[in-house]
């Protein structure tokens, strides 16, 4: 059988960790920073996880991760 592609967006924005949660990175810190509070910014800087709801969908599109 043939392998499954990845979704190449998924790969760019989700990584598994060693106990198989999927990681995120947290919207908003891209631009327009300035109105932005140093508290609200930094809190941006660590990573989120994926909801449970929506673990299966993401594993689908990143198989070998």
Same mark, same amino acid.
Do not use: W
């Given at each position: 059988?043939?392998?499954m592609?990845?979704?190449?967006? *998924?790969?760019?924005?989700?990584?598994?960790?060693?106990?198989?949660?999927?990681r995120?990175?947290?919207?908003?810190?891209? !631009?327009? +920073?300035?109105k932005?509070?140093?508290?609200?910014k930094? !809190? +941006?800087?660590? *990573?989120?996880?994926?909801a449970?709801?929506?673990?299966?969908?993401?594993?689908?599109?990143?198989?070998? *991760?």
């Amino acid at each position: 059988m043939p392998k499954m592609k990845s979704k190449s967006g *998924a790969k760019k924005r989700f990584r598994k960790t060693g106990t198989g949660k999927i990681r995120r990175n947290k919207m908003n810190r891209r !631009h327009i +920073l300035t109105k932005k509070s140093t508290k609200r910014k930094r !809190h +941006l800087r660590k *990573a989120g996880y994926i909801a449970d709801c929506m673990e299966k969908q993401v594993t689908r599109m990143i198989p070998y *991760a």
